[in-house]
Nanobody, 126 residues
Framework: QVQLVESGGESVQAGGSLTISCVAS????????MGWFRQAPGKERDGVAT????????DYRASVKGRFTISRDRAKKTLYLQMNEMKSEDTAMYYC???????????????????WGQGTQVTVSS
C-alpha cells in the first residue's frame, strides 16, 4: 500500500510564491502517475497538475499554466508543486494523489487516482 503525506501549505499574499510537497512511502513501484488536486469549500475537487513518472510528461489545468510547476525528486520519493503569481482563486485544500491504472499517463481526472493524501491548506490573501 502507498501512503502520501502533504506539507507546506500556508497563507501567502497575492502575487507571491509557495511550494508544497508530498512524500510517498510504501509500495511506490506500482505508482504510474501522480497529481495535485485542490478543493475549495462547497466546490468539486479539481485537477491542478499531473506527472507521468516514467516519461516525465506533465499537464496542467488552464488557469494555472505558466504559473504552477509539478516536479519530483525520485530519490526522496517526493512530489512538489511550485506555485508562482498566486491569486485569491488559488485558495483551497491541496491534495496529492497517486494512480496505477494501465493505459493512463497524465490525468487531471480524480476518478483515475487510487491513493490520496490528507491535504494541505493554501490560502492566498489579496
Amino acid at each position: 500500500q502507498v501512503q502520501l503525506v502533504e506539507s507546506g501549505g500556508e497563507s501567502v499574499q497575492a502575487g507571491g510564491s509557495l511550494t508544497i510537497s508530498c512524500v510517498a512511502s510504501g509500495n511506490t513501484a506500482s505508482v504510474k502517475y501522480m497529481g495535485w488536486f485542490r478543493q475549495a469549500p462547497g466546490k468539486e475537487r479539481d485537477g491542478v497538475a499531473t506527472l507521468y513518472l516514467a516519461g516525465g510528461h506533465t499537464d496542467y489545468r488552464a488557469s494555472v499554466k505558466g504559473r504552477f510547476t509539478i516536479s519530483r525528486d525520485r530519490a526522496k520519493k517526493t512530489l512538489y508543486l511550485q506555485m508562482n503569481e498566486m491569486k485569491s482563486e488559488d485558495t483551497a485544500m491541496y491534495y496529492c494523489a497517486a494512480g496505477m491504472n494501465r493505459g493512463v499517463a497524465t490525468s487531471l481526472n480524480p476518478n483515475t487516482y487510487t491513493i490520496w493524501g490528507q491535504g494541505t491548506q493554501v490560502t492566498v490573501s489579496s
